[in-house]
């Protein structure tokens, strides 16, 4: 019953550092996708993807790359750490498209130094 | 330039009345809406949505509401409960093309005893 699985939850950088937010997804969803949640900007969609092999740009994807070589894991990497992404990451998977509801993880709450 | 608004930060009703919250919308072109309900240090769960051939949808406590000519929706919990306090996000979504949604601010919605 484990759903939609993101690590790590706390994490610190420096800028200029890479990492890869982890998110894997037990519920053979076809639709994934990574958000962002500021203060009084509510959730933006970073990157999504409808299958895998494919992925797409959301709303704010400048700083992060994605890729989907299986069903269950939509990984996110931050290739050079920026002061600007610090925030709280959320990852999602729905069976379809935008009418189907989306399972999120708990967050990533991440911090840029 | 933000699609969707919800322009109250935040909303305090007392238990047992009842909470509207409000979410506008700027492209016409939305045809389904859905409202995540997220508490903190978790991710958004899902709540109700509706399509726009639709006026309203009721599940239990919560109904949404949908103004097609104003670009309003509304979700209204009756009764409120100590439980219902929360952050509320409506999200919109083109089911045409990448069906990506995209979200409100969020209100903070607190139930006083």
């Known amino acids: 019953n484990a759903g939609v699985t993101q690590t790590p939850k706390f994490q610190v950088l420096k800028t200029g550092q890479s990492m890869t937010l982890q998110c894997a997804q037990d519920?053979?969803?076809?639709?994934m996708s990574w958000y962002r949640q500021d203060p009084g900007m509510g959730l933006r969609l970073i990157h999504y993807?409808?299958?895998?092999?494919?992925?797409d740009q959301g709303e704010v994807p400048n700083g992060y790359n994605v890729s989907r070589s299986t069903t269950e894991d939509f990984p996110l990497r931050l290739l050079s750490a920026a002061p600007s992404q610090t925030s709280v990451y959320f990852c999602?998977?729905?069976?379809?498209?935008?009418?189907?509801?989306?399972?999120f993880g708990d967050g990533t709450r991440l911090s840029i130094l | 330039d933000q699609q969707v608004k919800q322009n109250s930060p935040s909303l305090s009703v007392q238990e047992g009345r009842i909470s509207i919250l409000n979410c506008d919308y700027t492209?016409?072109?939305?045809?389904?809406f859905l409202w995540y309900k997220k508490y903190p240090a978790e991710g958004p769960t899902f709540l109700i949505s509706?399509?726009?051939?639709?006026d309203k949808n009721e599940d239990g406590r919560f109904t949404v509401f949908l103004n097609k000519s104003a670009k309003h929706l509304s979700l209204h919990i009756v009764p409120s409960q100590p439980g219902d306090s929360a952050v509320y996000f409506c999200?919109?979504?083109?089911?045409?093309?990448?069906?990506?949604?995209?979200f409100g601010q969020g209100t903070r919605l607190t139930i006083n005893p």
């Open positions: 492209n016409s072109m939305f045809d389904y």
């Open positions: 519920m053979n969803h076809e639709y």
């Open positions: 509706i399509s726009s051939i639709k």
């Open positions: 993807s409808v299958g895998a092999g494919i992925t």
């Open positions: 999200a919109a979504v083109l089911l045409q093309g990448a069906q990506k949604l995209v």
């Open positions: 999602a998977s729905s069976p379809g498209g935008g009418n189907q509801p989306q399972h």
